[in-house]
């Protein structure tokens, strides 16, 4: 007899549920033990599930890694970018940007803070599918910056002379060395700091009052 309605649907969410649940748990391992860290054995292991119910979701772990990588954009997409663009763009969109970013690792979204900052350092000088993956993400989120620094400028909020790209590499610096500092000395100091940096570095190339 063929499955009816109900029970196809039925399949699907737990099918739904359980591809959430490997997901979920292969971005909080990542940060902790590396994009390479993670298996088939490992995850399945985390969330008590079978290898080859594992293997029906993801066939390999580049697979699995390229998937990780999927999710952790659409959480850090939820926690920080879309936030920061209900606000103005231009200046006002930037340091929402920044402010977000930290609240993200205060927030402990994920235990070894930025998912993309750790993957990074740990595929910086590893060629392939995977740190082109990385590489893209984190051009766009430079790119983002990049834009509203430019806007700023349009806009009267930020010097036209101002070199867009160095600022946004000076801002990236900041976020990341708040984020590395936190997660080795768990010293919220650290954020504040950043804060105050940025707040520093914008307010130093701050265009002149008309």
Not at 31 to 37: A, N, R
Not at 76 to 99: I, K, M, N, S, W
Not at 160 to 169: G, N, P, Q, S, Y
Not at 191 to 199: P, Q, S
Request: glycine content about 8%; some cysteine.
């Amino acid at each position: 007899m063929a499955a009816g309605p109900t029970r196809r649907r039925r399949t699907r969410s737990d099918g739904e549920r359980s591809h959430r649940a490997i997901l979920d748990a292969a971005t909080r391992l990542a940060t902790i033990e590396g994009l390479d860290g993670i298996s088939i054995a490992r995850v399945a292991s985390e969330i008590g599930m079978s290898k080859s119910g594992l293997f029906s979701h993801f066939t390999s772990k580049q697979e699995l890694q390229m998937a990780t990588i999927e999710a952790a954009e659409a959480i850090y997409a939820t926690e920080v970018v879309e936030p920061a663009l209900e606000r103005p763009e231009g200046r006002t969109r930037l340091e929402a940007l920044c402010a977000r970013y930290l609240s993200y690792v205060e927030r402990g979204v994920f235990p070894g803070g930025c998912f993309f900052a750790s993957t990074a350092a740990e595929w910086d000088t590893r060629p392939g599918p995977v740190r082109d993956r990385l590489r893209a993400v984190l051009a766009g989120w430079s790119d983002v910056m990049e834009a509203n620094v430019r806007t700023a400028q349009a806009q009267g909020t930020l010097p036209a002379e101002a070199d867009a790209a160095r600022l946004v590499f000076e801002l990236n610096a900041l976020l990341h060395e708040a984020n590395g500092h936190f997660l080795l000395f768990r010293d919220p100091v650290a954020l504040e700091h950043a804060r105050a940096a940025i707040a520093d570095r914008l307010g130093a190339v701050r265009a002149p009052a008309r």
